[in-house]
T-cell receptor, first 118, second 109 residues
Framework: GAVVSQHPSWVICKSGTSVKIECRSL??????MFWYRQFPKQSLMLMAT?????????EQGVEKDKFLINHASLTLSTLTVTSAHPEDSSFYIC??????????????FGPGTRLTVT | GQNIDQPTEMTATEGAIVQINCTYQ??????LFWYQQHAGEAPTFLSY??LDGLEEKGRFSSFLSRSKGYSYLLLKELQMKDSASYLC??????????WGAGTKLIIKP
């Protein structure tokens, strides 16, 4: 159990365009989902935390108008990178917390999406 | 500020034992996680410690000392597939995960 999927697994887009990444919890209800970015040879950097039905909480330095997060249901969160630039090229990973497990804070990770902006 | 330290890189031999240390200074503590991450893949859960002591799970064990702000991950009978980055993460007082930079473990035959 506790499977999280991400789509697409990789995407190449042109500078100035927008890209949407989907994150789904397949066998549990994810009341909280997290979006991370990871540059080569660096650790995970939390971008934002989203709770179903409410606005996402962005980490300091992350532009909320550039990285649009929508957590419309208990199984789906989307991250849209708007007006992408080459410096946005990175590995984007989502994770989810099982809302029915009150005492556990384990995050289940999706397989990641590699974004390349040309 | 919040800080998690772990070695950048370690090298070990196949079949041997390796210990990866993690020290932390965070605003509150609600547990410590270890994750394994192979290159180009997402992290996978290894262990969670919230009380002092050693938790053993097969070839992997994790130890925690809250008074010292210290944890280690012990890997026994190393296999080539254990070559990966190992991430230490602490759940702070707001139940946010604070991540270490990761330790890249290289296994040599």
């Amino acid at each position: 159990g506790a499977v999280v999927s991400q789509h697409p697994s990789w995407v190449i887009c042109k500078s100035g365009t927008s890209v949407k990444i989907e994150c789904r919890s397949l066998d549990f209800q994810a009341t909280t989902m997290f979006w991370y970015r990871q540059f080569p040879k660096q650790s995970l950097m939390l971008m934002a935390t989203s709770n179903e039905g409410s606005k996402a909480t962005y980490e300091q330095g992350v532009e909320k108008d550039k990285f649009l997060i929508n957590h419309a249901s208990l199984t789906l969160s989307t991250l849209t990178v708007t007006s992408a630039h080459p410096e946005d090229s990175s590995f984007y990973i989502c994770s989810a917390r099982d809302g029915e497990l009150a005492d556990t804070y384990e995050q289940y990770f999706g397989p990641g999406t590699r974004l390349t902006v040309t | 500020g919040q800080n998690i330290d772990q070695p950048t890189e370690m090298t070990a031999t196949e079949g041997a034992i390796v210990q990866i240390n993690c020290t932390y200074q965070t605003s509150g503590f609600n547990g410590l996680f270890w994750y394994q991450q192979h290159a180009g893949e997402a992290p996978t859960f290894l262990s969670y410690n919230v009380l002092d002591g050693l938790e053993e799970k097969g070839r992997f064990s994790s130890f925690l000392s809250r008074s010292k702000g210290y944890s280690y991950l012990l890997l026994k009978e190393l296999q080539m597939k254990d070559s990966a980055s190992y991430l230490c993460a602490v759940l702070d007082s707001n139940y946010q995960l604070i991540w270490g930079a990761g330790t890249k473990l290289i296994i040599k035959p």
